[in-house]
């Protein structure tokens, strides 16, 4: 079992700046593909960006590409996702997931998920 912990949301004006941090406890952190998500009311869960399990390899989803940077600790084990020039559509619950997808943007391939945060980015 993996517990994840979301934190650093909250309320933001557009062209601003959050930084969203998972922390993970239970089976080895490393050992899992890393994801962060969200979910805008009415709408469905969407992927934001991975990362593998050395954080060499990331994957952005192109709503977000250059702007956001996902990264990873593995000595504090704890996931972020820098998100830099925040729009009003960036508005959601973010979630941070673990598992061994094969298929690393569809978000039911992830085994383990956090509680959320919200960020809400105002025009």
């Known amino acids: 079992q993996v517990q994840l912990v979301e934190s650093g949301g909250g309320l933001v004006q557009a062209g601003g700046s959050l930084r969203l941090s998972c922390a993970a406890s239970g089976r080895t952190f490393s050992s899992y593909l890393m994801g962060w998500f969200r979910q805008a009311p009415g709408k469905e869960r969407e992927f934001v960006a991975t990362i593998n399990w050395s954080g060499v390899t990331t994957y952005y989803a192109d709503s977000v590409k250059g702007r956001f940077t996902i990264s990873r600790d593995t000595t504090k084990n704890t996931l972020y996702l820098r998100m830099n020039s925040l729009k009003p559509e960036d508005t959601a619950v973010y979630y941070c997931?673990?598992?061994?997808?094969?298929?690393?943007?569809?978000?039911?391939?992830?085994?383990?998920w956090g509680q959320g945060t919200q960020v809400t980015v105002s025009s």
């Open positions: 997931a673990a598992g061994l997808p094969s298929v690393p943007t569809t978000a039911r391939e992830y085994d383990y």
